[in-house]
Nanobody
Framework: QVQLVESGGGLVQAGGSLRLSCAASENIFTTHSMGWYRQAPGKQRELIAR???????NYADSVKGRFTISRDNAKITVYLQMNSLQPEDTAVYYC???????????WGHGTQVTVSS
């Protein structure tokens, strides 16, 4: 079973930046899409960014233009660069991976991002 380990969360002031990392235990980039969800207190988990096996990306409207997802094949790591952070970005951020054609999702443990006003 592939394992995903996130890092890079923390506390930042509004307008600041953070970069989240999601390291996979094996290279799944060609067989899986990967990305990031987030879940704020009392809200449903929200898909915010994903990168497909071919490298294309898409974003939720709430983060478009501020967040960038990318990957490093050598490090088997997916990144989420988050700029212009706002208090409403405060949430637990989860990395995920889904094999092409499968409905099953592999989750990371989550990393807390807190943005102070």
């Amino acid at each position: 079973q592939v394992q995903l380990v996130e890092s890079g969360g923390g506390l930042v002031q509004a307008g600041g930046s953070l970069r989240l990392s999601c390291a996979a235990s094996e290279n799944i980039f060609t067989t899986h899409s990967m990305g990031w969800y987030r879940q704020a207190p009392g809200k449903q988990r929200e898909l915010i960014a994903r990168i497909f096996s071919g490298g294309s990306t898409n974003y939720a409207d709430s983060v478009k233009g501020r967040f960038t997802i990318s990957r490093d094949n050598a490090k088997i790591t997916v990144y989420l660069q988050m700029n212009s952070l706002q208090p409403e970005d405060t949430a637990v951020y989860y990395c995920y991976a889904r094999r092409i054609g499968s409905v099953n999702v592999i989750w990371g443990h989550g990393t807390q991002v807190t943005v102070s006003s």
